[in-house]
């Protein structure tokens, strides 16, 4: 199966910044939501 490598480092980058785009959504959502409903957000996450 031959892989196209330009293709390939496209979605890669894509993909990096789609990445580094949620986090910084999600940090901008931490620091201005209380501790106690992240903390609730949070284990829900985690107990999946």
Same mark, same amino acid.
């Given at each position: 199966?031959?892989?196209?490598?330009k293709k390939f480092k496209m979605n890669k980058d /894509?993909?990096? *910044?789609?990445?580094? /785009?949620f986090i910084r959504k999600y940090v901008e959502w931490? *620091? *201005?939501?209380?501790? *106690?409903k992240w903390s609730k957000v949070h284990a829900k996450f985690l107990s999946k």
């Amino acid at each position: 199966m031959a892989v196209n490598e330009k293709k390939f480092k496209m979605n890669k980058d /894509e993909n990096r *910044k789609e990445h580094f /785009e949620f986090i910084r959504k999600y940090v901008e959502w931490l *620091k *201005k939501t209380p501790n *106690k409903k992240w903390s609730k957000v949070h284990a829900k996450f985690l107990s999946k």
